[in-house]
């Protein structure tokens, strides 16, 4: 996995180290005095983007991609995250459909009709109950959380794909492998999943950002509060909606049927999933079933989302409100060996410097005695 999804603007990099003191994973160095990422550590939550007050840090676009697809007639079909309905005032998911067509893609169509057969395979897990342990595996950053410094649990994770892995599959067994399936939702990590990672790849060939789709609409002039509203093309995935927020899977395969003698837990951020997978690491954790998303609350919170103060709690309430809690019946089209997915350690094992090769590494950046030599978090 050598691609890139965040980049780092030098010329803007104000050496704050921010990032560096805020990367919970330690994936951010310096070099010759500018931030960079240590992709063998990164778990591509996006978190530095976030919090960079210089802007140096940036999303790998597949914006001109997916314009270039359209542009020469490709057939693309989008795979809308569920939280897009936090993106309009009024609460009229059809408009964002409308605004879709009219950017020129083919079909539009719900990640959550992905997610129902998701959560058919949960289902089946947790009835056979074999596993002493399942950690869900809907958020590939948690699933790189733990290929890379907790690999001794990857037997833990659910050999389950992700409700986009599986509906770009499904789209494109339906339609044909030659069409184009463009995820749009609020994660980072997820064009690593679709486009780098060995066991995933090949089932959407390009991933934008909300952020990315709202600068998109205003470039073409298109008010999502003046579109007409349109309907989605998948049937009613009800209940599975909710995957993109905090107890959203637990809350679907309760729904749905599961029998299991596991007990629910639900933790969200990179520093309660930490935790919990410490926990589990050291053996305190037995029976249990969690849904893990690193995100606090849930996708509706992802660092491609519109931050505006209150967005994630107006989006959640729209979600909420327009889904059914109901079940959703499924045509037996997809096997368990379409929606199956395996795991590889990916451990990088780092060699402690000694006392000398750190004061050579505190000189590089001003730190020559204990006066200047302040512990500054990172």
Same mark, same amino acid.
Do not use: W
């Given at each position: ?6 980049n780092f603007q ?7 180290? &921010? ?8 994936a ?16 591509y939550?996006?978190h530095?983007?976030?919090?960079c007050?210089?802007?140096a ?7 001109d991609?997916?314009?270039h ?5 490709e057939?693309?079909?989008v795979?809308?995250?569920?939280s897009?309905?936090?993106?309009i005032?009024s609460?009229c ?5 409308d ?5 020129g893609?083919?079909d539009?169509?719900?990640t959550?009709?992905g997610a129902?057969?998701?959560t058919?395979?949960?289902?089946r897990?947790?009835?056979e ?6 950690i869900t595996?809907q958020c590939?950053s948690?699933?790189?959380l ?11 994770l ?10 770009g599959r499904?789209?494109?067994k339906e ?5 184009k399936?463009v ?5 980072v990590?997820? &064009?690593m ?5 060995r066991?995933?790849?090949?089932a ?10 709202e &600068?998109w609409?205003e470039e073409?002039?298109?008010d999502l509060?003046k579109c007409?509203?349109?309907?989605f093309?998948?049937p009613d ?5 909710l995957?993109?927020i ?7 395969v309760?729904?749905?049927g599961a029998k299991?003698?596991?007990?629910y837990?639900t933790v969200s ?6 935790e919990?997978l410490?926990s589990m &690491? ?5 029976g249990v ?13 992802g660092?491609g ?6 967005f994630?709690?107006k989006?959640?309430?729209n ?6 809690m ?5 045509p ?15 451990q990088v ?6 006392e ?5 590494i505190?000189?590089?950046?001003g ?12």
């Open positions: 996995m050598s691609m890139n999804v965040i030098d010329a803007n990099c104000a050496h704050c180290y &921010k990032c560096l003191r805020n990367c919970d994973v330690k951010i160095r310096i070099k010759n005095g500018q931030a960079q990422i240590v992709r063998d550590l990164c778990i939550c996006g530095c983007m976030e919090i007050p210089q802007k840090k940036t999303f790998d676009s597949d914006l991609y997916v314009k697809m359209l542009k020469h007639g057939k693309l079909v795979s809308l995250d569920s897009y309905s936090g993106l005032q609460n998911p059809g408009k964002v459909v605004a879709l067509y009219q950017l893609f083919s539009v169509r719900e959550a009709e129902a057969y998701v058919r395979e949960y289902v897990i947790l009835n109950g074999k596993m002493e342990n399942i595996t590939p948690i699933v790189y733990v290929e890379k410094h907790y690999p001794m649990l990857i037997p833990c659910a050999p389950v794909v992700s409700p986009m892995i599986a509906h499904l789209i494109k339609m044909g492998q030659h069409t399936v995820y749009i939702g609020p994660c990590a997820k &064009k999943e679709a486009e780098a990672d066991a995933t790849m090949g959407v060939d390009a991933v934008i950002e909300f952020n990315e789709l &600068k609409l073409e002039g298109i509060n007409e509203e349109r309907a093309s998948n995935p009800k209940i599975n909606r995957y993109t905090s107890t959203g899977l637990l809350r679907a309760d729904a749905c299991s003698k596991y007990t837990m951020t990179i520093q309660g999933c930490r919990l410490h &690491k050291r053996g305190y954790l037995h079933f969690v849904e893990l998303k690193l995100c606090s609350g849930g996708c509706v919170n660092p989302m519109n931050k505006r103060r209150g994630r709690f989006a959640l309430m979600i909420e409100n327009s889904t059914s109901e079940p959703c019946p499924l037996d089209d997809m096997d368990e060996k379409e929606l199956t997915r395996s795991y590889t350690p990916k094992v780092e060699k402690m410097p000694s000398e090769e750190i004061r050579a505190l000189k590089t950046i730190k020559s005695n204990s006066d200047t030599e302040f512990n500054f978090g990172a």
